[in-house]
């Protein structure tokens, strides 16, 4: 017969004869002495699921030396906890959930052994609470929010069972009456982020309440009371206006030169602001023409690309992105126009003498030079005085020639002018080039 069904068994023989201080039992020898048991219990109130954390100990007096044997703690006739006495003492432990809430009155019987008579301890009574405590924990950081921005803002539950355990559940957080974010626990923590616009300017107390629950774990089943955070200041701030000026180093460069261009932008708060961070973006229409970083609320755009924007006007859009706590603005009030790239024309006389009759040995020839890069096309006119006297294809003729008889004798002051294209400005070559028609 094993320890438990020994002891119950004695308690449904001896219980009714036991007393809360001895009991007066048939020696199992002549010489065996009557003992005095008393229980003791670490704590008086256990949670339903940790009756073992509570340590019920049996200490045995009197008797023939140091009793030994066993014992058992019975609620009424029903044992609960059992074990072995050495030396007068000897512990035991409560199965976890094995009994419901409520106060139970504990008495400890003394089985006792060939020398030493068996007893009755006094009364104990235990308190099983049904649910354990928690305290909820709330953070909220940042403690101010920009409204519209208020996804930046995180706020952290941690739920803690008093004693032992890993809380389960959610957790509601609300700004007053009106609810912000639930929370589902994972290892009895865990945090959400407000949405965009969800609260309007002002400050609030936020509290968090945790709703209680239930965990099963190794054969305990553990119930946790609800809780609720102390409040926690949340401040939600307007976004700061702002002002965008756009500036450019000159209001017209030339195709292919404008990485010459510099486009800075300039972000104001209002007057006692703090200084805007972010972005910058630079857009004739919808064609992006840069991005600027701000560095002390100002900034430029890389240098341009040569020939990023085609020949042409372009009106500017410029559009400060806004950052946590500055709204967004936008300047349009400059042009940046992309002009044809210059050049100069050279003009080159054969000779600077020639016989009248003999024009023709007379050879023009030209050069026209890009500012940056390119090949200029289209056509040059060479001229004496304002009278055309040649036209030179360029990529195609290597000069021009007077005809006989073509100009009379005297001196001229010869220039070319380069008559542009699409992309290249025309341009007249300086100073003229002395040319003298003599005799023949």
Known sequence: MNLRRALTALASVACVALTAGAMTASPARADTAPTESTLTLSTTSVFVGLEDFNQMRIDVGGGNGAPAGSFGVFIGQTIVCSGAVTNGSGVCTLTPNELAAGTYPLTAIYSGDENSGASASNTVNLTV???????????????????????????????????????????????????????????????????????????????????????????????????????????????????????????????????????SATVSPPAGGTTPTGTVTVKSGTTLVCTITLAAGTGKCPPLAGSQLPIGSYPLTVTYNGDDTHATSTDTTQTLTVAKEPTITILTLSADTIARGGEQAELFTVQVVPATSGTPTGNVTVKAGAVAVCTIVLGTDTGCRLTTNQLKRGTYQMTATYNGDATFAASTSTPPQTLTVVAK
């Open 129 to 263: 609470v049904a649910q354990q405590p928690t305290t909820t924990t709330l953070t909220v950081h940042p403690s101010t929010v920009t409204f519209g921005r208020e996804q930046a803002q995180e706020l952290d539950v941690r739920v803690d069972p008093v004693l032992d355990g890993i809380a389960t559940g959610t957790v509601t957080i609300a700004a007053g009456s009106t609810p912000v974010c639930t929370i589902t626990l994972d290892q009895g923590n865990d945090f959400c982020n407000l949405t965009a616009s969800q609260l309007p300017v002002g400050s609030y107390q936020l509290i968090a309440t945790y709703g209680g629950g239930q965990v099963t774990a190794q054969g305990r089943t553990l119930t946790f009371a609800g809780s609720v955070s102390t409040a926690q200041t949340l401040n939600v701030v307007a976004l700061q206006p702002t002002t965008t000026a756009l500036t450019l180093s000159a209001p017209s460069v030339p195709f292919g030169g404008e990485q010459t261009e510099t486009i």
